[in-house]
């Protein structure tokens, strides 16, 4: 259960672009500055400069139906990649599948299907690509890493002894990942979660980021025990900040934990080579992100929880007064780091934009839905933008052109 609720949690953690946006108000007493200390460049943000820039993102490809060819209906968890060329690969988690298909958005292959042999999959995570351009998946129910050429190919396994996830390698050997464990102590369940770079054993090199949980465990089996048990839960990781990560081209990692706004930016080998921070003020929890929650929630928690459970534990769950202070990171090819505000259901997206040096230059409000329980729903490649949208309650992957626009003499016109 501890895995659903992970899951869902998840969902949050989102990442999109800007269709529209306003210059937001100048201060003149506030400016950015970078200072160095002990190696590590610093950059310091104030919470209102003059902004005068926008990203307009323009819908060009949509991958997706809602009835027809089942090549192109998807599940409700679905994340994607794109190769150099272009091609699509999707996760599609709930048929334990990945559909590939050609830039212009037709579907070329099917590549494995739910099992436990060579080839097939127990659960599904983000693809991604290797040194050698073949694809990789991590697949945490089979404790494994499978790999396979564009072609769909089987090519080889890796196994796994322990539970990773977000599992990336870089080009110089070493692999970053979230290392999970679980351990119990009395009634009490602590989960610890290790972002960390590792070696091609999986064994620690660097430790980057280290976050521990303590859950009650059920005192009961009776439906007042678990529906307290379950908003125990709930209130303990309800909008708790989640540690995110993004991997730039030149292997550099951008980590963040949003207890505050401030990204780490490390070498390859895991040394910490920047911080980039931003002063804001805090985003309240709304009536209307309660609600999503607990939508989201009761559908996917066991159906062993009757309908009386569910109740008594979404009323006696305890939310935080604030959001956390981003949700996720994305880089943009030119080096620019996108950071995902905020993001309303149904509403807006909020989106932040720092450039190469770590300066605050944009700040975007977007009807573009963010969404998604994996990570690199929306991302930045072959001079695109790419995110999973949903309309009537069927998943789409999508494409768009980008357009970086200055607000000049009361008018927005195209950067040159």
């Given at each position: 259960m501890n895995t659903k609720i992970f899951s869902f949690l998840a969902f949050y953690i989102v990442i999109c672009l800007a269709l529209n946006c306003f210059p937001a108000e100048s201060s003149a007493e506030e400016t950015h500055s970078i200072q160095k200390s002990d190696e590590v460049v610093v950059s310091t943000n104030p919470k209102t400069p003059e902004l005068n820039m926008r990203i307009v993102l323009t819908e060009e490809l949509s991958i997706g139906e809602a009835e027809g060819d089942e090549n192109y209906m998807f599940g409700q968890n679905i994340a994607f990649n794109t190769d150099e060329d272009g091609n699509f690969y999707v996760s599609d988690v709930d048929a334990r599948r990945i559909l590939k298909y050609g830039p212009d958005g037709k579907y070329l292959l099917t590549i494995g299907r739910d099992g436990q042999g060579p080839g097939e999959f127990g659960s599904l995570s983000l693809i991604r690509f290797d040194k050698d351009n073949n694809i990789y998946i991590n697949d945490a129910r089979n404790n494994r890493i499978s790999f396979f050429n564009k072609e769909g190919k089987y090519i080889k396994q890796i196994g796994m002894t322990e539970r990773f996830s977000n599992l990336i390698f870089n080009s110089k050997g070493f692999i970053i990942a979230n290392k999970f464990s679980v351990s119990e102590e009395g009634n009490t369940q602590k989960q610890?979660?290790?972002?960390?770079?590792?070696?091609?054993q999986f064994n620690l090199v660097v430790e980057l980021f280290k976050d521990e949980t303590e859950l009650p465990l059920p005192t009961g089996v009776d439906a007042s025990s678990m529906a307290g048990y379950i908003a125990k839960v709930f209130s303990t990781m309800v909008f708790r900040p989640q540690v995110t990560t993004t991997v730039a081209k030149n292997d550099f990692i951008y980590l963040g934990y949003p207890d505050k706004y401030e990204i780490n930016v490390y070498s390859p080998e895991?040394?910490?080579v920047k911080k980039i921070s931003r002063d804001h003020d805090p985003i309240p929890v709304s009536k209307k992100d309660i609600e999503s929650f607990i939508k989201l929630a009761s559908e996917n928690l066991p159906d062993l929880f009757t309908e009386d459970i569910r109740e008594k534990a979404f009323k006696n769950t305890k939310y935080p007064k604030y959001k956390p202070a981003y949700q996720?990171?994305?880089?943009?090819?030119?080096g620019w780091l996108a950071v995902i505000v905020d993001s309303v259901e149904d509403e807006y997206t909020l989106l932040d934009v720092f450039d190469q040096e770590g300066k605050y230059i944009a700040h975007f409000k977007t009807p573009v839905p963010a969404e998604g329980m994996l990570a690199g729903l929306l991302?930045?490649?072959n001079g695109k933008a790419y995110s999973v949208v949903t309309e009537d309650d069927y998943k789409f992957v999508k494409r768009y052109s980008i357009e970086i626009q200055e607000h000049t003499d009361g008018k927005w016109i195209k950067k040159k």
């Open positions: 610890i979660q290790l972002q960390g770079l590792f070696d091609d895991g040394r910490l996720s990171l994305a880089l943009m090819e030119n991302f930045f490649k």
